[in-house]
DNA sequence: GCATCACTGGACCAATCGGTCTATTGCTGT
DNA sequence: ACAGCAATAGACCGATTGGTCCAGTGATGC
């Protein structure tokens, strides 16, 4: 999620090329989606030329872009562990999680979109690229249900909870990107809570 | 929400090549981006010549593509009237715009991503397009917020179920693309309460 | 010292991009 | 019949796209 390439070329680029493209991809996909980033600014922002990014990725763009958001994803189930392994129940997970990446917002101050879906989503032909998004995405859903069962949940409570609260996150990260406002994502979560109290109320 | 014209370029045209211009932008952006479609495709799918863009649109793709925004945003707006005006409570037409909506879905076979954000989505720099894309967001807000007011809701309760909802709606929109399950936006209207009684759970 | 090889740097390419411009078409009012 | 004009049709443009290719370059093993 934090970005050290960003800030400009590092002098004496700490980083192996590699990752300086990896972080450049992420970093600029999510801002302003696959088709919108040209390889030109890409590698002006990694600081690379682009011999190294075909030598490190054959199949040049798309390569990279399934690495940037491998990448992001592993990001992703980092902040989910380290939300949820010291919470006492599920609930206070969550909220972790949601005031973590409110912050990485407020620290960034870029409103990006979520790195999988805005690098993946690329129209109906690109299927490789749809069941990449799926799969990542499921991941971080059953890294969530794992830590539901682990706090106490039920298996169908867990999965139901960990869909509710990435449809939550989602949706919120949406609407804070438009407002620009992180602390909708800080308010979801008093909306996350065990399913079965909302049942009552169909 | 419904595409005429995306059953392919129709021989007689039966509307005027500005609607036509407009359909096919809608239903292009909101499938491959805004950067991901090309002009050639769109005026290909439209059935029109480049000169009819730029004498409808003077500004080009652009214009077009908050034209294009625009439409799908008052499709939106009607299928919510359409959704809230019989309800008796806010829950039945919340319920009601998630089942058109996956009834949409379902019937066109395509899993398009939301038009206004994909199509306006488009890197901090366009900062015209951010405006508009938030415009439109929180016209969708604010007559749902007007319908549950309507409906027997308080001013603050009406805007938490408002925004709640639309959290909701997105982050489920996306969900079941990933899945490509119009089911998940369906099962969402369990989730759709007042916010009081959740509150309670922090 | 030399061969090897992962890596870099960038020239170069065809294709496509969004956009401009002009000629023409066809309807309209007079 | 003719003027006027909105609309169409598409040739054409420079810029940029993603991608290819090869000549270096520098560290490593022998």
């Known amino acids: 999620m934090d970005d050290v390439t960003t800030a400009g070329p590092a ?3 700490p980083l192996p090329t590699r990752d300086r493209l990896i972080l450049a991809a992420a ?3 999510r801002n302003k989606g696959y088709s ?12 690379a030329p682009k011999g190294s990014l075909y030598h490190h990725f054959p199949n040049g763009k798309s390569d ?5 958001a491998n990448w ?40 990006s979109g979520c790195p999988v879906s805005a690098t993946l989503f690329e129209g109906p032909e690109n299927e490789a690229f749809h069941q990449h998004a799926a799969l990542l995405f499921e991941g971080w859903i059953s890294a969530t249900v794992a830590h539901a069962q682990r706090l106490g949940l039920a298996e169908t409570e867990a999965q139901a909870a960990a869909e509710n609260f990435y449809i939550l996150l989602q949706g919120g990260w949406q609407l804070a990107r438009v407002r620009r406002d992180s602390d909708v994502i800080r308010a979801l979560h008093l909306q996350i809570c065990p399913p079965m109290q909302l049942q009552k109320n169909d």
């Open 11 to 13: 002098p004496d680029q």
């Open 27 to 29: 970093s600029l996909f």
């Open 36 to 47: 919108g980033t040209g390889l030109a600014e890409l590698l002006a922002e990694a600081g």
């Open 64 to 68: 990279l872009a399934l690495a940037a």
């Open 72 to 111: 992001a994803s592993d990001q992703m189930l980092q902040l989910i562990d380290a939300s949820f392994t010291p919470a006492p129940r599920f609930q206070e997970g969550a909220k972790t999680v949601c005031y973590k990446l409110a912050k990485l917002f407020d620290m960034q101050g870029k409103w």
